[in-house]
């Protein structure tokens, strides 16, 4: 099935530090979206990416939108210790028939941020 | 304004009995996806469904496994004679609409430990 590299797997940092991770795919999204996971959590969205090329902010944190459309990267700057959890990106094809939206997701991102 | 609840949050069952997970969108979404998340993996999509209708069964597995949504109540996934591989985070998440700029918002999710 369809499936999205999430990269780096996992990154120990120092309070402070910028931070960057990336997703690619083997096919096209319409949707780029980056979600945050807390242990015993659902994820829970932190930007989401609707055209090619977009950079869109929220905070420290800026995504930006592959212009091939098959790639997306989330940039954290200033990391603070809640910003501890994994990041995942996700994929999401305009519904066309039964496909309704499903969510495609990469393989997370585990952040931790020494104080 | 309550979000997507999920119950049992926590779920023990032995070998070959059912498990009932349940899922009460958002007030006022009526799309529902439920997605599966096994121990360090990303989500992974399974299926989803508007009231009375199932519309991407997908990924769901082709036996023992059964969702549906009924104009009142819970959405609810069920998963007949258990076996270990069944153990995992099982997710649902709700929509006011399909595809892209309609956020789905996810529930806390519930852990099924399968004896």
């Known amino acids: 099935g369809q499936q999205l590299n999430q990269s780096p797997q996992s990154m120990f940092i120092q309070e402070g530090e910028d931070v960057s991770m990336n997703c690619t795919s083997s096919?096209?999204?319409?949707?780029w979206l980056w979600y945050k996971q807390e242990p015993g959590e659902g994820p829970v969205l932190l930007i989401a990416?609707?055209?090619?090329?977009e950079l869109t902010s929220n905070g420290r944190l800026t995504a930006q939108f592959g212009i091939t459309r098959k790639d997306s990267f989330l940039n954290i700057s200033a990391s603070i210790p809640s910003d501890v959890g994994i990041y995942f990106c996700?994929?999401?094809?305009?519904?066309?028939?039964?496909?309704?939206?499903?969510?495609?997701f990469g393989q997370g991102t585990e952040l931790s941020v020494k104080p | 304004n309550a979000g997507v609840m999920q119950n049992p949050r926590h779920l023990v069952r032995r070998r070959g009995q059912e498990a009932r997970l349940r899922c009460s969108p958002m007030?006022?979404?009526?799309?529902v996806y439920w997605y599966r998340q096994l121990p360090e993996e990303g989500l992974k999509f399974m299926v989803y469904?508007?009231?009375?209708?199932?519309?991407?069964e997908s990924g769901m597995p082709k036996e023992r496994f059964s969702a549906e949504f009924p104009k009142e109540g819970p959405s609810i996934l069920r998963i007949q004679q258990v076996v270990r591989g069944d153990s995992a985070a099982y997710f649902c998440?709700?929509?006011?609409?399909?595809?892209?700029?309609?956020?789905?918002?996810f529930g806390p999710g519930t852990r099924l430990t399968v004896l």
């Open positions: 998440a709700s929509s006011l609409g399909q595809g892209a700029t309609n956020e789905q918002f």
């Open positions: 007030k006022g979404h009526s799309h």
């Open positions: 996700a994929g999401q094809w305009e519904p066309i028939g039964n496909q309704g939206g499903k969510l495609i």
């Open positions: 990416l609707y055209k090619a090329g």
């Open positions: 096919s096209i999204f319409n949707t």
């Open positions: 469904l508007q009231k009375e209708n199932i519309i991407d």
